[in-house]
């Protein structure tokens, strides 16, 4: 790979790439992408012209960067090396842009200002926080924790407003709040309403962990937004429920690889894992073939294994094709959460990722080279291998 200049630069060019710009779009071999001051500044197939930070991609694949809806800021690592934490966790994988559904608002406040000056490189960061639950339903995977209770709809404007005006983008409920395999603890619905009739006069969004049945239909017959997971313990999705997800716009992030990750911790049998993921996709496979926006997640930050692979191989079992994960990657969670597109086209954000391969369809986004935010090389496989870190 010809490199020149500054990696550090705002100001770049990758050239003799295969650009896959956006979902529906057909490749561009040999593209050259121009970034002036952290933009998109241009996108041809011309050769690269001036003295600035260049990267030869060899015919190997680019796409935009990359959108993680579902992760968590609560490793204790921030707190002493927050940008080995980053890279490690979500800069290798390619992710560019993040949704935080439940952190400890302050201190999440406090790496996006780090990452805004310089102190550490890291993602866009949107956070949903709130994590509200009913009385006395804090889940009972989170020991020693207290979550913010909502027990009646008169506290829920109050509650929804304290948290925008402290700074996040948007809500996290718990619709159902797991207490143990016999027992979940439900916001009641006209509790739920009243969460997003606030939000929504914010003009933000709401996200709910389902758990279950119950949870999941309360959430999206009362105005929630994104379903936080599939929900195994839901079961086989009504026809009703998916007509609901749809008619109502309730955008779904599967989180597939999550159920197998928790369940092997807790030494259920692996007939009863194996049972539980299958639900998973299935339910996955009825709302994409009915059309619902997905936006991919993994949770990790709460999931201790950071590598998305299993994930995107999970939504390929629900016949999700390139162009879908490509989708719930990048111009879906784009459209959800910011102004920007999602595409590689002028005006958009210099957030790019490159692969170890001219075909990423078949690797489903896997094996990542290197990762670009906003015109400045983040993480670069080749140099950190070299350096043995």
């Known amino acids: 790979m010809l ?11 990758i050239y003799n790439a295969k650009l896959y710009p956006g979902p529906g779009l057909p490749p561009l071999e040999g593209a050259t992408i121009s970034i002036k001051d952290g933009k998109i500044a241009g996108v041809s197939q011309s050769k690269p012209q001036g003295d600035v930070f260049k990267i030869d991609a060899r015919g190997r694949s680019v796409t935009a960067g990359l959108w993680n809806s579902h992760v968590h800021f609560t490793d204790a690592k921030l707190e002493s090396n927050a940008q080995s934490l980053i890279t490690n966790m979500l800069l290798k994988y390619g992710f560019t842009s993040v949704v935080d559904t439940g952190s400890y608002l302050p201190s999440t ?14 993602p866009d960061i949107v956070i949903a926080s709130g994590s509200f639950v009913y009385t006395d339903g804090t889940p009972s995977y989170l020991p020693g924790v207290r979550l913010p209770e909502i027990s009646l709809p008169s506290q829920a404007a109050p509650a929804v407003n304290k948290v925008l005006d402290s700074g996040a983008q948007g809500i996290k409920i718990f619709a159902g709040s797991f207490m143990s395999p016999e027992k979940t603890i439900h916001l009641p619905p006209n509790v739920i309403k009243a969460i997003t009739n606030a939000a929504h006069q914010k003009h933000t969004f709401v996200i709910a962990h389902p758990t279950d049945k119950t949870g999941l239909e309360n959430a999206v017959n009362n105005g929630v937004d994104i379903l936080a997971h599939t929900a195994p313990a839901a079961g086989v999705f009504t026809e009703e429920t998916i007509q609901t997800i749809i008619d109502k716009q309730v ?11 928790e369940l092997s911790r807790h030494n259920v049998p692996i007939f009863q894992i194996d049972a539980n993921q299958d639900i ?16 991919f997640g993994t949770d990790v930050g709460y999931m201790s294994d950071y590598d998305p692979a299993e994930e995107y191989r999970l939504m390929a079992r629900s016949g999700m094709d390139f162009e879908a994960i490509l989708k719930s990657l990048t111009t879906a969670p784009a459209k959800k959460f910011s102004d ?23 690797l489903t986004f896997e094996s990542i080279d290197i990762t670009i935010k906003s015109g400045e090389v983040v993480f670069d496989a080749n140099q950190i291998s070299t350096q043995g870190n």
Do not use: F, H
């Not at 406040?109 to 890291?122: D, F, H, M, N, V």
């Open 340 to 362: 920007n597109s999602g595409v590689v086209e002028i005006g958009e954000p210099g957030d790019l990722v490159m692969y170890q391969t001219n075909s990423i369809t078949d």
């Open 251 to 261: 955008s779904v992030i599967p989180t597939l690889k999550l159920w197998r990750w």
């Open 109 to 122: 406040l406090g790496l996006i200002r780090s990452i805004e000056q310089g102190e550490i490189k890291g």
């Open 280 to 295: 998973a996709v299935n339910q996955l496979k009825a709302v994409y073939n009915a059309g619902a926006t997905i936006l």
């Open 3 to 13: 490199w020149s200049t500054d990696s550090s630069a705002k100001d770049l060019v």
